[in-house]
């Protein structure tokens, strides 16, 4: 495991030297938002990929978090770094809220549950506008202050993205190698055994959705400070399933994954830009090119592209599901 | 109600303690009664055999003392204290361990995981242990380790340690899922059919396997279809028919008694 | 806040109309669920798009890809071109979103209807621009009076066509052998390929069926509201609520919870909050979820572990 250590420092050390090369706010502020984005397809990674629980919510959690952050840090003049918690903490609670009674429910079910709640939650964003000023929105959100330094350009604030998403995805990693991430993992396996085994899953249900919860509500608070202004339309249902595509592009249950699926589908519409109207439309026919050629994700598929290089038997072919190929029965 | 089946209750109430104590169960579907009023007791250290034509109770039995379904009467006591109604993981927890007639492993995860997963419930880092690295977490993580590693070895697996659970063969599947039972150093262990889809070679590797485990010192319930098995490890059998208790006794009564030739002629003779 | 008798009685005619319309949707839902045991999150683009293509051929003047054209059929006309071209639709969703993916359980296909669900709608976006598009009622009048009613006729059509196609479906399923393979094919896939049924034929038939309900609704629904390439998104979401707070994977469960959604909806709109209306379909959906998980007439929702 050092050799692996020392290639994700190393990473690490590269992506903070970025900004002292790159001077292209664009660049910057798209590296920013997949930055966050990552953090958001994380902590959906720890509840569909880990748990096996689908949401299709957590751009509303993304909203809960940036309203929070945004109405703490305007109508109350907190701190960014007061505010930020808070967000972290009520996402979570609300993650608690829609866990519990989303228990009796699972696969489908569980899906447009999660899809009900989202919709609820943009109602409640659009029509609350004591809080949340409506459709228009909340401008004139803080930066936040790191001593002297005000994070307001996308190069400094780049930083703390960067911080936060490796804080999240040392979480997520340690979770993941360890007692609890292993209890997930075997409830999205088999819950009947898990149960059997000595797993309460029901507690370790929530928990997926509280931790999923807080991801979000760290990302959205991240959000909100970064450009400023937030309105509802940023957490649709339709960024609900941007993260889903990530998290699956990326290959459901690995925490690089995310991030580089994040990355991509960031970048991506830029790249497209001559595309630029029609984006969204090859979006969704690459949705179903993915799941039908490369059922592992893209982490699936260097782990069969190395083993063919090594002459191995590539693991797709011994196991060629992973979570989204998983022929769970059908209830019918 | 057949005479064995009335005398059973005092016959028990003879016997100084059970580990398991079975009075009464009562298991329904709608209509169909899969359990009735069974009674039955296994005794620490045993290797007790549940028999029984198809579709008799045995494995809704199974299912009813390891949580997975609740009871619609009756009793069930385990050293002591009363399980039917407590969840399965809690089950669990108490010291029963169990494998499934349609294996269920956690297919995509490694071997070494399955078992690793099977010390749940002897370990206790949570989501707050694990962001520590190092101290209690570590050795506990290496300790669980340790032991799937030793439990592979025991059931002769160490080779596949790394391997995703469901590429091994059927027979190599079932020890995974032995494995990942003993894991949790159950006192009473609960295997369904484990030679089920077995070759000959397999089966007596199996034998092995379970006379290694009662030296251990774990009690053994087992329901089997291959008679062969059942009289070579067992030391008391209860057979079933229709969900009810006909007879229990050593294998050689057991072998004797005409309720369980009638059972086992009138039924589907599916005893090899 | 008044409880005017005319009012309720026009509120429950409007209620059981777009009900109706929940009711017809989740009937799609219901019978490609039980035919292949997966949910189409496309559904709602099964009735954004055929109302498009209506819009197209029924209006005198409209923008297709920045071009002004002029396609204007008679009513039928449109209507026959629009069932036809929903019949291909319906085959190659199949072949493209379900069929590749038939034994790889239900979370790729889940994931497949909702990559057709962003494709088409954005399809639509590119196609038809993000004008709304309104297509005239079939009727002259917008309210006829009844006695003291005043009732919209094309809510009286869209419960008469309910009505109608639900005795169709009943007779389908009790009295032709498709629809009794269509029913042994929702009961047990592998018993009925054993008895020499051709499920894959028939898996196909249930989507093109399924496809062509949409359509209906989505003819139906058009002129009570504009056609957007978000039309259909919401009218599935409920509709699919409807389906579980009937009971999912029942027939009669998806219409009475259709409707019952259509009526309560209407009146919390008209009673308590018009701000919520959309709200109301998953409170409800939330709270039957809650206190009878198997809804009013299924067995179970939780699907088995």
Known sequence: MPRKALGIAALIVVLALLPT?????????????AGIYAIAVMGLGILLGFAGQMSLAQAAFLGIGAYTSGWLTTHLGWSVWAAMPCAVLLSALVGLAVGYPCLRLSGHYLALATIGFGIITQLVLINWKDVTNGSDGMTGIPPPQFGPWALDTYGRYY???????????????????????????????????????GIDATRYKIVAFVLAGAYAGLAGSLLAHDIKFISPDSYSFDQSVVFLVMLILGGSSSISGAIIGALLLTMLPEVLRPLKSSYIMVYGAAVIAMIVFMPQGLVGLFAALRARFEHRSPPADAAPAGLIGEAEANPA | MTAANAAAPNAVAAVESGLLEIRGLMKRFGGVTAVNALDMTVRTGDVHALIGPNGSGKTTTLNVISGLYRADGGSVRFDGAQLAGRPAHEIARRGIARTFQNIRLFGELTVADNVMIGRHVRTRTGFVGALIPG??????????REKARELLAFVGLEHAADAPARSLPYGDQRRVEIARALASEPRLLLLDEPAAGMNPAETDTLVALLRAIRERGTTLLLIEHDMNLVMSVSDTITVLNFGQHIAEGPPDAIARNPDVIAAYLGGTLDAA | MHFDPVANMQLLVSGLAIGSIYALVALGFVLIYNAVGVVNFAQGEF???PAYIAASFLLPAVTVFGTVVHWQLPVLAVYLLVLVLMVVFGLLFNRIAYYPLRDRGWLPVVISTIGVSIFLRNAAQLTWGSQPLVIPSLFPVDTVAVGPLHIRPQDLLIIAVTAVLIAFQYLLFERTTLGKQMRATAQDRTTARLIGIRVGRIV??????????????????????????EMGGLIALKAFAASIVGGFGSIPGAIVGGLAIGVIE?????????????????????????VKPSGLFGERVAEKA
Do not use: Q
């Not at chain 3, 009146?267 to 959906?285: E, K, N, P, Q, T």
């Open chain 3, 204 to 229: 196909a038939i249930t989507f093109v069926y399924s496809a062509l309900l949409g359509t209906i609704s989505g003819l139906l629904v058009a002129p009570l509201f504009t056609v957007t390439k």
């Open chain 1, 21 to 33: 090369v790159i001077h292209s706010d664009y660049i910057l502020t798209l590296l920013d938002l």
């Open chain 3, 266 to 290: 209407t009146f919390g709109g008209f009673y308590l909050s018009s701000a919520y209306v959309d709200a109301i379909a998953f409170v409800i959906l939330i709270a039957v979820l809650l």
């Open chain 1, 159 to 197: 930083y703390l993205v960067l911080a936060m998403v490796v804080l999240s995805a040392y979480v997520a990693w340690r979770i993941k190698t360890t007692r609890a991430g292993r209890a997930l993992h075997a409830i999205r396996e088999n819950e009947i055994a898990a149960r059997a085994t």
């Open chain 3, 47 to 49: 009735v954004m798009f």
């Open chain 2, 135 to 144: 101290g209690a977490t570590a050795r506990e993580e290496r300790e669980t």
